[in-house]
């Protein structure tokens, strides 16, 4: 599985730099140094931002947590995300790490590990829903023939991603056993939790409201995600608008949905941006230089925030191993 991790990963990489070399070393730099270091800075505040969008979607779905503890679920969804994007492995165990550094906080882990698997499947079904956007703009602003295998692979995904979705809530709504049995399938880590975890899902299952209020965050969220594209377009010094953003973003969400076994999606984002930013008036080479800004971001961010969770994991270890002091006035 690593070997096949690590072939995926080296054939991304000479797919991204083959699409720089045909493109043009020289073009795509430009494009990327044109948005200079403010610009980096301010597409790097962007994803603190959407840092905090997409962890209150996880917060809202732990009823007995205070409004002044959503820095745990801010701070799990960017250990969550950093993982994902930065660590050589597939998304599942970034859903893992940001539920360890969320009990790492002080979030009992049952509730950590339940939430996450109810966050995963609101944030499913906000995507589900960014992807119909994103063919209903392709539908209307795009020719036909260019749009065709675009449409129809977005809907295969929409379906697919509908069945899971449902699957998902159907599971943890009426399959609380078959639940224990999923989690300690994806989520290892929890399985010792199992039991607990079946309770807090139940108790988060029973405010239904929670859960419609974490969907409609997580579609804001997918929105937003949309606005990163557009700032680092204008920051290129292109235009584009916002509808236009959507198709392409939403279409990169189907395509690295489909390449999930590809770590970091390694060379897919680069060719999808490639391929998507043609259609609506800009060049592969403004597709690429927001591809490569997009993984500086996940580096700049993503590196100093592993860091610092490991930092928690490694006083936690020690402070496990370390011997309980001897009382006062004992050998």
């Not at 959407?50 to 960017?78: K, N, P, Y």
Request: proline residues 4%; aromatic residues 10%; hydrophobic residues 60%.
């Amino acid at each position: 599985m690593r070997l096949g991790i690590v072939a995926f990963a080296i054939l991304g990489l000479g797919l991204i730099a083959y699409l720089v070399l045909h493109v043009g070393v020289d073009v795509v730099l430009s494009a990327i140094a044109g948005v200079g270091i403010g610009g980096f800075l301010l597409l790097c505040g962007y994803g603190l931002f959407m840092f905090t969008l997409l962890g209150a979607g996880w917060f809202v779905l732990d009823s007995a947590t205070r409004l002044s503890e959503i820095g745990r679920f801010i701070w799990g969804r960017a250990v969550r995300d950093s993982a994902g994007e930065v660590l050589p492995f597939s998304q599942l165990g970034g859903f893992v790490i940001g539920a360890r550094a969320v009990s790492l906080r002080g979030v009992p882990a049952p509730v950590a590990f339940a939430s996450t698997v109810v966050d995963v499947t609101t944030e499913m079904m906000g995507q589900i829903v960014f992807v119909l956007a994103a063919i209903a703009v392709l539908l209307y602003r795009v020719p036909a023939g260019s749009s065709q295998v675009l449409v129809r692979g977005g809907a295969i995904a929409v379906i697919f991603g509908i069945v899971g979705a449902a699957g998902f809530l159907f599971v943890q709504r009426r399959g609380f056993s078959a639940a224990e049995r999923l989690v300690a399938r994806f989520l290892p880590a929890a399985a010792v939790h199992a039991s607990g975890i079946t309770h807090a899902m139940k108790s988060i299952h029973a405010r239904p409201l929670r859960i419609v209020a974490s969907f409609l965050l997580h579609v804001v969220g997918w929105l937003a995600a949309a606005g990163f594209g557009w700032l680092a377009v204008r920051l290129i010094g292109r235009r584009i608008d916002f509808a236009s953003i959507i198709a392409i973003e939403g279409m990169l969400c189907a395509i690295r949905s489909a390449a999930i076994f590809v770590p970091s999606a390694y060379g897919v984002q680069e060719a999808s941006y490639a391929m998507l930013m043609p259609l609506f008036g800009l060049g592969p080479d403004v597709g690429l230089a927001v591809s490569l800004l997009r993984r500086g971001r996940d580096i700049a961010l993503g590196i100093p925030i592993l860091l610092a969770w490991q930092a928690m994991e490694g006083r936690r270890a020690l402070a496990h191993a370390s011997p309980p002091a001897a009382p006062e006035g004992r050998a």
